[in-house]
Every structure is written in structure tokens, then in C-alpha cells.
């Protein structure tokens, strides 16, 4: 059963601050990854999806990785501001199934503090 | 393009009633899916349905039942409500479900009391 841990829980950093925010799974035989933010009491936003055989995509100040072999992803967020603080989550696809069915890690709650 | 639609936004019921939520896809999306979000569980995969056909289903009794229209919009019903149903529903719709980017609606808040 794949399984998604995300590190840490909770993280609380001053404007402009570079940060990374890590993603580990336990079934490397996935077909992609995807980054979420959700704000509070809102949907989920895609930030970036990273197909299995991808090593990184980047929008903006967001870069993301995949090393599919070790079970790990990490989101680098640069010159982080206020606007930037939610929560993160990561969720991975399966590799062996059809549809879309997601699993979801338990996610970042990040605060950006001016 | 309009983004996932979903109603109602907030719902109470109490424990024994029923429910049914909706969501609309974004237009010329197949692929819908229903997430459960809980404070204790985090994000649960609850089914996906493809061109009226549900294609996935998570691990959830069998209170929890959908299914999809030939306009693609869906709807998930719960039946007999228990105080655990309590959560953030959230649907999400992409083109084929073939691992491309999803779409999440802004969800239904629903308390059971």
C-alpha cells in the first residue's frame, strides 16, 4: 500500500527566505507526482506535476524534483513572501492502476512572516 | 474556462439523514474524482468516474455512493450519516484521468450533528 510522508509538518520562516519542503513515498512504481497548495477552507491548487520520468519542473519561483528511486520529491520555493503561506501537499499516482486515483501525504503548513 | 463547480458549499445535517453533492467539471472533462479531506485522515480517495462509468473506488463502505452524467457532471451521495462523515468534500476533474494535471473544486463543508 503506498504510503506518503511529508517533512516537516509545519514551518513558520521570515519573508525571503528560500525553503524546501519535502515529499517521501514507499512505491517507487509511480506513474507522476503532484504538488498542491490549499488555503484554508479552500480546494486544492496545482503548483506542479512531475511525470515519472521527469527529474524537475519549475514555475516561477516554485522547483520541483523526483527521484523516483529513492521515494523522494522536494519543492524549493525561492524568496518566499507572505502570500506564500498555506498548506502543501504532494500526492503521487500509481504506476499499475488506470484513473486518477490519488494518494495524498499529510502536507506542509507553511506561514511566511512579513 | 469555468473552474470545477461545486454544491452546495456548506451543509448540516444530522446522524440518519442522507446527503447528495454535486460537482460540475470543467468543460470537456471526463474524469471526475471524489477526495474526502478529515482533520485525523487527511486527503481519502473516495471513487473516480469516467464517461458514466466509476473506474476507481477507495476504501469507504458502501454508504458512499456516485455516479456521473452524460454532461459529466457527478454526484456523491451518503446514505444514513454518521458524525465521522463529517469533512470537506472535494471533487476534482481532469480530461482523460490519465495522469494529467487535476483540478479541484473549492469543496462542500458538510457537519453532521
Known amino acids: 500500500k503506498q504510503e506518503v510522508t511529508q517533512i516537516p509538518a509545519a514551518l513558520s520562516v521570515p519573508e525571503g527566505e528560500n525553503l524546501v519542503l519535502n515529499c517521501s513515498f514507499t512505491?517507487?512504481?509511480?506513474?507522476?507526482l503532484q504538488w498542491f497548495r490549499q488555503d484554508p477552507g479552500k480546494g486544492l491548487t496545482s503548483l506542479l506535476l512531475i511525470q515519472s520520468s521527469q527529474r524537475e519542473q519549475t514555475s516561477g519561483r516554485l522547483n520541483a524534483s523526483l527521484d523516483k528511486s529513492s521515494g523522494r520529491s522536494t519543492l524549493y520555493i525561492a524568496a518566499s513572501q507572505p502570500g506564500d503561506s498555506a498548506t502543501y501537499l504532494c500526492a503521487v499516482l500509481p504506476g499499475e492502476t488506470s484513473g486518477s486515483r490519488l494518494t495524498f501525504g499529510e502536507g506542509t503548513q507553511l506561514t511566511v512572516n512579513p | 474556462k469555468a473552474g470545477v463547480t461545486q454544491t452546495p458549499r456548506y451543509l448540516i445535517k444530522t446522524r440518519g439523514q442522507q446527503v447528495t453533492l454535486s460537482c460540475s467539471p470543467i468543460s470537456g472533462h471526463r474524469s471526475v474524482s471524489w477526495y474526502q479531506q478529515t482533520p485525523g485522515q487527511g486527503l481519502q480517495f473516495l471513487f473516480e468516474?469516467?464517461?458514466?462509468?466509476?473506474?476507481n473506488k477507495g476504501n469507504f463502505p458502501g454508504r458512499f455512493s456516485g455516479r456521473q452524467f452524460s454532461n459529466s457532471r457527478s454526484e456523491m451521495n451518503v446514505s444514513t450519516l454518521e458524525l465521522g462523515d463529517s469533512a470537506l468534500y472535494l471533487c476534482?476533474?481532469?480530461?482523460?484521468?490519465?495522469?494529467?494535471?487535476?483540478?479541484f473544486g473549492p469543496g462542500t463543508r458538510l457537519l453532521v450533528l
Open positions: 468516474y469516467f464517461s458514466e462509468t466509476q473506474r
Open positions: 512505491d517507487s512504481a509511480i506513474y507522476n
Open positions: 476534482a476533474s481532469s480530461e482523460q484521468g490519465g495522469g494529467e494535471t487535476q483540478y
